[in-house]
């Protein structure tokens, strides 16, 4: 069974910093990509960041370019993010998620997702 | 950045009622479209990728079609732990982008 479980959400105050870990399970997972979504308190849901298998290709999302850094270790089948200078508009759920291929075999979606973690960012 | 605009943004409807919910692509994103059920205080979980195709373990009562920009959801015949917001998200290119979503609720 996939089992994607994130942990390292907190309250932070603006400009502090925190370190998301996915602890994956029940697939190969130095064979995936993965992702990291985001989701404010009461709204939809904001792709964060994309990783590829052996961390050659990395993707952000403009408004996190040069504040958050993605990262894994695939002999601890772990998935990271660290987010640094925080504002209150990145408070919200966390969620980290598989990339899958689809039947084209060239592009992938997320199929799997964790619970998420809370980021909460205020003074 | 391709947009996906979704509509309608919220419906009511009833146990039983077909629901169809639409997305549009600002640009041709071929099928990459995959559609996503989120109840309340839940993970979103993958119903449909490649526009049409279904998710292991999802009901059949769950399809899709569209190709280009116009992409649909269908939902044959509401049940009531199909009360849910639902998005959808384009992966043909980066930045990946979601729709704003549905939310359905029971009338």
């Known amino acids: 069974e996939v089992q994607l479980v994130e942990s390292g959400g907190g309250l932070v105050k603006p400009g502090g910093s925190l370190r998301l870990s996915c602890a994956a399970s029940g697939f190969p997972f130095s064979t995936y990509s993965m992702n990291w979504v985001r989701q404010a308190p009461g709204k939809g849901l904001e792709w964060v960041s994309s990783?590829?298998?052996?961390?050659?290709?990395?993707y952000y999302t403009d408004s996190v370019k040069g504040r958050f850094t993605v990262s894994r270790d695939n002999a601890k089948n772990s998935l990271f993010l660290q987010i640094n200078s925080l504002r209150a508009e990145d408070t919200g759920v966390y969620y980290c998620a598989r990339a899958q291929y689809d039947s084209s075999g060239y592009r992938r979606y997320p199929d799997y997702w964790g619970q998420g973690t809370l980021v909460t960012v205020s003074s | 950045d391709i947009q996906m605009t979704q509509s309608p943004s919220s419906l009511s409807a009833s146990v039983g009622d077909r629901v169809t919910i639409t997305c549009r692509a600002s640009?041709?994103?071929?099928?990459?479209v995959v559609w996503f059920q989120q109840r309340p205080g839940k993970a979103p979980k993958s119903l449909i990728y490649?526009?049409?195709s279904l998710q292991s373990g999802v009901p059949s009562k769950f399809s899709g079609s569209g190709s280009g920009t116009d992409f649909t959801l269908t939902i044959s015949s509401l049940q009531p732990e199909d009360f849910a917001t639902y998005y959808c998200q384009q992966y043909h290119s980066y930045p990946l982008t979601f729709g704003g979503g549905t939310k359905v609720d029971l009338k």
């Open positions: 490649a526009a049409s």
């Open positions: 990783i590829n298998s052996r961390s050659d290709y990395i």
């Open positions: 640009q041709d994103i071929s099928n990459y």
